[in-house]
């Protein structure tokens, strides 16, 4: 005590919400984490036989996080080797994978028996084989199109602090030539050099996602369809395909629009598919539709610019006419890790974009005019969600379905 009297109580700016009272809940899960983060509770659950299960797998799923970067790796290696094509025919002994890929024999051992523990591969009678997970591969342009993009996701991830506090650039940005154009405020640039090597990557991953849509959505009862950001026309084509008396139109940059005319033309449709270029951050859209689809584009922009491109398919539309958004969506029931953690990162290092739930997406339809926004089923939600919107048959706005 002082001399002179108790000291005066220190003036501390006390933040309200720390004067809020605690849920039941967040003192439970607080417990809970105590415990978990226990050395002696780790060990005891381990070796007590209720708890040892659940124990051994949470320790697994730990490990898997710490290795899957090894995993992925080993996925990049069989693919570069053609591994799952060279098993494609039958099992092979490991003497002539080894040949076959220019490895030397220990290294082909261990990557076969790094592609058996990863299912990729089996052991057979005759040396090894396809795994489940290796078969699904054999010809399958698109996912061995993106194993191979990967690598410069895998560059800019080396140091993922680096990354989250930005001030560089990275490999993904200089991959889309537009990307850091937008990002600074720009129109979407990019020549034919510029914008070959990924219109040739979206072509190669999209027809799995057009097959979803198709599945999914009956176009035969539309009569013209704009794909907007619709790249060289995969989607376009496979529609055209689908629905015979479909016109169809899509929209990109110019040179991506060129690449999308020649694609028309070797698929004979040029008689009823056209391509447009322009870009939707300055340019209107083309009119005469009754039907725009949005494949895998507003996850590459932030909502200011999703609320740009929203309002333009708007425009563009009649009463009646209808949106369909394809894309990767967030929170998407047994694959929560694939929208904030894979494709946050992902879009982090392209520059720009970011992932959201259906339930986000259906707000910012809603905010653009659209109304009964449906969700629709697809065989695969991990790589394809859908909503549908509609535009009010009188051509207004409605704030709900």
């Not at 080797?81 to 082909?108: H, K, N, S, Y």
Request: charged share 20%; glycine share 10%.
């Amino acid at each position: 005590m002082s001399p002179r009297g108790p000291l005066p109580a220190p003036s501390v700016d006390l933040d309200p919400e720390a004067l809020a009272p605690i849920s039941w809940r967040d003192r439970w899960l607080g417990w809970r984490d105590r415990l978990l983060a226990s050395p002696a509770f780790q060990r005891r659950a381990a070796r007590f036989p209720l708890s040892r299960r659940v124990a051994r797998r949470r320790a697994a799923e730990v490990f898997d996080l710490v290795a899957g970067f090894v995993y992925s790796q080993v996925l990049v290696a069989c693919v570069r080797l053609e591994v799952f094509r060279l098993l494609a025919g039958g099992p092979l002994p490991i003497e002539t994978i080894a040949e076959r890929t220019g490895l030397g024999l220990d290294a082909a051992t261990r990557l076969l028996d790094a592609a058996v523990a990863l299912r990729l591969a089996e052991r057979r009678a005759g040396g090894y084989g396809l795994g489940v997970r290796g078969a699904p591969l054999v010809g399958n342009a698109a996912v061995v199109a993106m194993v191979e993009h990967h690598a410069l996701l895998y560059a800019d991830l080396a140091d993922p602090v680096a990354l989250l506090r930005g001030g560089f650039r990275t490999r993904l940005a200089a991959y889309w030539p537009y990307a850091e154009a937008i990002a600074e405020g720009g129109a979407p640039k990019g020549d034919a050099s510029q914008v070959a090597a990924y219109s040739a990557l979206m072509s190669a991953s999209q027809p799995l996602v057009a097959e979803e849509i198709l599945a999914a959505v009956p176009f035969a009862s539309h009569r013209r369809l704009l794909d907007v950001g619709g790249g060289e026309g995969t989607f376009a084509i496979a529609a055209a395909r689908r629905a015979p008396n479909l016109e169809v139109v899509t929209f990109d940059l110019p040179a991506v629009a060129e690449r999308a005319k020649a694609r028309f033309a070797e698929a004979g449709l040029a008689h009823r598919a056209t391509a447009v270029g322009g870009s939707f951050l300055a340019d209107a859209l083309p009119e005469g539709a009754d039907v725009v689809t949005l494949v895998r584009v507003l996850h590459d922009h932030d909502d200011a610019r999703v609320r740009t491109l929203l309002a333009a398919v708007r425009r563009a539309l009649p009463g009646g006419g209808t949106l369909v958004v394809a894309e990767p969506m967030a929170a998407t029931p047994g694959a929560e890790a694939m929208g904030d953690a894979y494709f946050g990162f992902y879009l982090l290092a392209m520059g720009r974009g970011q992932p959201r739930s259906a339930e986000r997406l259906t707000e910012l339809l809603h905010d653009a005019g659209f109304h009964r926004v449906r969700r629709v089923a697809t065989a695969l939600p991990l790589q394809t969600g859908l909503l549908v919107a509609e535009v009010d048959l009188r051509g207004k706005t409605r704030a709900r379905l």
